[in-house]
């Protein structure tokens, strides 16, 4: 995939036109997913400041420390036609911005922005408001473009991959951190740069959602949830969960793991344009509620994700937002019960004109190796 597509040129114009209609004079941008989806970028994070800066009028620019001009310059953000503003070990590159930029009176720092930048900012723009650039760059980044929809296509390929591998990672006396291992190794080979998490959690593990890896060893019997996701060269990133038993399993899971996957699809089918986030989590909630296990339910229903593994929208209560075509996020609804098992069921959707689009299509029923 050209990087052109996921990264067009436009995409500075539109954020510049964002910042103006959000009354913001300036967008400062430092390494992270906010400045590499405007810009193409993948700037290392450095104590050494890089920051985009985008004013409401007027010409962009990119501070860049002179150590990594070359690597700038051969990054999409070479396609912009904006200034290079290259600076050296004794120069004070936070000086320069706010004499560039003049008296302003409200600024867009990144979300990802390191609170040592911030403060370095506020010290050289005294008076000047700082918000979060997150509140202008939302709407962009929420609505896919053709190209990053294909490249969420290609993440959940690559992690379907995977997950048709577990099968033969899992085996009674192996412990969760061996099997994290194998899994993270197929992971880099199913074509992602990064691991980004590799959850493992058998037995009384699986009752805690953010579980990872343990050494504990996994006993015969034992259902055990495995949730995986990295980033593509792409910059846009997988996620999925399913969830395996190493031979028969205990009757109350078979119950309960039955009620959730039909809490998942319940949700997945309430997915198209103009319905709001937190129907989308009522979906999967009132399902699970009404056999008994809501107050098993602990987490929200789902994340957006593209550049960073969560990211708006996020399908909750309480959020009214209305899904538009382009919307992408997980629908994962779980059941944990503290202290015996749990289980959930991940997959990423794109929101379409017509519903709801799944880019994974491994088998939701429970897997018996």
Known sequence: MESSDLYPVARLAAAQEATAAAGLDALLLTPGPDLRYVTGYE??????????????????????PRLELPAAEHSPASRLGIEFVPWDETDDPYAVVGARLGRVGQVGLADRMWAMQSLRFRDAMPGTEQVLAGTVLRGLRMRKSPA????????????????AQVPGFLRAGRTEREVGRDIADAIIAAGHSTVDFVIVASGPNGASPHHELSDRVIQAGEPVVI???????????????????????????????????HAQEAACEAVRPGVSCESIDAAA??????????????????????LET????????????????????????????????????????????EGGERVNHRPRELVIV
């Open 148 to 163: 990053e929809a294909a490249a969420l296509r290609e993440a959940g390929a690559a992690i379907d991959a995977v997950h």
């Open 43 to 64: 700037a290392l994070p450095l104590e050494r400041l890089t920051c985009l800066v985008l004013p409401a009028r007027g010409d962009a620019f990119l501070m860049v």
């Open 285 to 306: 909630r009132e399902v699970i509620a009404a056999e008994g296990y809501g107050d098993y339910f602990i987490h929200r229903t789902g994340h957006g994700i593209g």
């Open 227 to 261: 949730d995986i996701g990295g980033q593509m060269p792409s910059g846009y990133c997988s996620d999925s969960t399913r969830v395996y038993c190493v031979g028969e399993p205990p009757a109350d899971f078979v119950k309960y793991y039955e009620v959730l996957r």
């Open 310 to 353: 969560h990211e708006e929208p996020y399908i909750v209560a309480g959020n009214t937002e209305p899904l538009a075509p382009g919307f992408a996020f997980s629908v994962e609804p779980g059941i944990y019960l503290p202290g015996v098992h749990g289980a959930r069921i991940e997959d990423i959707l794109i929101c379409t004109e």
